[in-house]
């Protein structure tokens, strides 16, 4: 079985689009490969800066031959349509087709036979799809040519290996101007290049498994797992030999992986002056600007010394390399030490004021709007969060967005909080106010550690329920995978910092308390309320369903009404899912799906509801008795459960229910011929769901 091996070589491909297009090469050629009844039986994919390549394992030789059958007209059809159907068919007369009972009629069909495909036919002409298909973010035309490619394309390799022979080149040409008069094509062919700089030669592939090798011999790592573990090895070893490590940093190691071909490893030297900045502007400016890694001692304090990666290795051992990288760190350091400077000539107080010549939405006011909203806001958590205190919770997040009109955050934006906490304990502010600023924009994302001390969790509550409730009170709610201002990411936040720390904070007061201060823009503030509170349903969904809770439970709790506290709420969705898990409890949602339909049909063909109380004195069978009482012990029982919200003992009790349901179900018959006896009947059915709807609306759950 032949091994298959393509190689698209071009300009630089930008680090960020690189995983994805070697994902995107693997996945639009298995699919056409599959198609065709062609797949392989292993697939591996490299990439560097220059190019893209994917290896295929175990293709057959051949496509199989198929039958393509064509449905034509009906047997006795008008000559036109029969004329019509065989022109389309290729064929000459309706004795080369067969003629069928479809069930509907005779019909007749033409019957193709045709042959299957070579590998490399097919090859071939799969590639030139994908070529022409394929995904770029962003793509470009060069030098005049129609096609289009992520930077000018330069070669193709694309070879077919079968044991034992020579690799032979697949008949691709991908034409790059097909508009014009005298079309031409990019042939593909045998060969690649090697490294730029160091090995720019042409290098004849002798074979497949051989490939990585040749281009290594050539300063090509074409495996970039391969690339970003020599990084991180030569990083380790110089930064160990100054009793230092490197401050670990994946999304770092990935972009610098994308950079290079041949990674050349070196350590630069950060002057002792620049040493008294923040620890985050060092590190800031080295990563962001500059694609260096930060060094660190034991005790994780950012040490004067950083790493660097190169693609090029040079006569003089790096040393140009590394004086050239600390000069534009040396100038990069000097701006933020000015600004730095400047920063703490005013206090972060006296920025509060500057807020208001920032818009945060033209709807909804300034920065400084949004901040005196925030200490409102922080007024009212502070009563559910245990340990904030009401004039440190309003300090906090009257000062949480100060430090966007500093010098430094105007620099560094990605800065904004640290840099609030640094500017707040050099003027004197309490440190609990200090890292409050600091970490009230947490979580930043899924992997971001939420706040937990009593500050943080008001200044991080106060600002995104304060975005959530402005955006939805000037109706600029998430739309379809439109989410411009980050809503999505916003509840979820807060629905975070509540079940992480276990927080029983109401939602509906807070909110009540936003939506109040922002009347002119909210003018129904009811609609407002109970659309933040559905929106929050539907987030804590796809918050639970990650740890393998069903969504459905959630809706089923949520449809009770009235309830906003998300501890309490997902205690009980989780002792539901529980009891559905079991044999009682999933015997008992049929019995309650039997139950409220039943009810259902009748009350609307009656056009009556039977929600009365039953009348015990009518009861005829003994099941009738046994299951009223069943509801009456379980219902005084379940009561005081659920007020102190023991959901687990009351899905307990609710266990206990089955076997007179099921006794009722099979010896009882509710619609007989007696029409008072009917409707006590239907009654009791009615009570059923009406006990089982205490817990949650069980006509909500699905499966």
């Known amino acids: 079985m032949p091994d298959f091996l393509v190689e698209l070589f071009s300009e630089e491909i930008p680090a960020r689009m690189q995983a994805q297009a ?105 590639l030139v799809e994908v070529l022409d298909g394929f995904p770029w973010p962003k793509s470009m035309r060069w030098g005049g040519h129609s096609v289009r490619w992520v930077r000018p394309l330069h070669n193709i390799l694309a070879i077919l290996e079968r044991e034992g022979a020579e690799p032979r080149v697949v008949p691709l040409a991908w034409a790059l101007d ?50 970003k573990q020599m990084i991180l090895a030569a990083g380790a070893r110089l930064a160990a030999a100054e009793g230092l490590r490197v401050k670990p940093d994946d999304a770092l190691l990935d972009e610098v992986a994308g950079l290079v071909e041949w990674p050349v490893v070196r350590m630069g030297r950060i002057e002792p002056r620049f040493m008294g900045l923040p620890g985050e502007v060092l590190t800031t400016s080295m990563r962001t600007h500059q694609k260096y890694f930060a060094c660190e001692t034991g005790d994780g304090k950012v040490a004067p010394f950083f790493i660097v990666v190169g693609n090029n290795e040079t006569s003089d051992g790096g040393a140009q390399m ?113 890292d409050a600023i600091a970490r009230h ?129 997902v205690a009980r969705v989780r002792a539901l899912q529980g009891f559905l898990g079991t044999d009682d409890g999933a015997n008992l949602l049929v019995a309650y799906r039997r139950a409220s339909k039943i009810v259902a049909i009748e009350e609307k063909k009656d056009g009556l509801a039977y929600r009365d109380a039953v009348d015990r004195a009518a009861f005829e069978q003994p099941e009738e008795s046994a299951l009223v009482e069943a509801l009456d012990e379980i219902d005084r029982a379940a009561r005081p459960l659920l007020l102190a919200e023991d959901f687990a003992g009351t899905m307990a009790q609710l266990a206990r229910l089955r076997r007179p349901v099921d006794a009722f179900f099979e010896r009882v018959t509710v619609n007989v011929a007696v029409p008072e006896l009917r409707k006590n009947r239907l009654r009791l059915l009615a009570q059923i769901w009406m006990t089982l709807n205490r817990v949650a609306d069980f006509s909500k759950i699905e499966g």
Do not use: C
């Open 441 to 569: 924009y947490a979580p930043a994302g899924l992997n971001d550690a939420t706040p937990s001390a009593p500050l943080d969790m008001v200044a991080a509550l106060a600002d995104k329920l304060d975005t959530l409730i402005g955006f939805f009170a000037i109706d600029e709610k998430p739309t379809g995978s439109k989410d411009p201002f980050a809503l999505r990411r916003a509840a979820l936040g807060v629905i975070r910092i509540v079940l992480d720390n276990g927080l029983r904070l109401p939602l509906l007061p807070v909110i009540r308390a936003g939506v109040a201060l922002l009347t002119a823009q909210a003018p129904d503030a009811a609609a407002v309320e109970a659309g933040l509170l559905d929106f929050f349903a539907d987030r804590l969904k796809v918050a639970l369903r990650e740890q393998g809770v069903r969504h459905d439970l959630v809706s089923a709790v949520f449809a009770l009404g009235g309830e906003d506290d998300l501890v309490r709420l």
């Open 178 to 227: 097909r508009a014009s008069a005298t079309p031409s094509s990019l042939d593909a062919n045998g060969v690649t290049y090697g490294h730029r700089f160091m090995a720019p030669a042409r290098i004849e592939v002798t074979g497949i498994a051989a490939y990585p090798a040749l281009l290594r011999a050539a300063k090509v790592v074409v495996d970039p797992v391969e690339r």
């Open 22 to 126: 070697a994902l995107d090469l693997h996945r639009l050629t298995e699919a056409k490969l599959a198609a065709l009844d062609l797949a392989g039986t292993g697939a591996r994919t490299y990439v560097t800066p220059r190019r893209l390549a994917l290896v295929i394992e175990g293709l057959p030789e051949r496509q199989p031959d198929r039958v393509v059958e064509v449905k034509g007209p009906r047997v006795g059809a008008p000559d036109q349509a029969i004329a019509g159907f065989l022109r389309s068919a290729g064929l000459a007369s309706l004795d080369q087709t067969e003629i069928r009972d479809t069930g509907k009629g005779n019909f007749h069909f033409a019957i193709n036979r045709v042959a299957g495909q070579s590998i490399e036919t097919a090859l071939a002409q799969i």
């Open 322 to 434: 590394v004086a050239g990288n600390e000069r534009v760190l040396r100038a990069r350091l000097s701006d933020a030490q000015f600004f730095w400077d400047l920063d703490r000539k005013s206090s972060l107080a006296s920025r509060v004021e500057k807020l208001k010549e920032r818009v945060f939405h033209a709807k909804l006011g300034s920065v400084h709007d949004k901040v005196e909203r925030m200490v409102v806001l922080a007024s009212v958590l502070v009563d559910f969060v245990p340990g904030a205190e009401m004039a440190a919770a309003q300090r906090a997040a009257l000062l949480a967005k100060a430090d966007l009109s500093s010098a430094l955050v105007g620099e560094f934006p990605e800065l904004q909080g640290i840099m609030g906490r640094y500017l707040a304990l050099n003027d004197g502010e309490k440190p609990a106010i200090a």
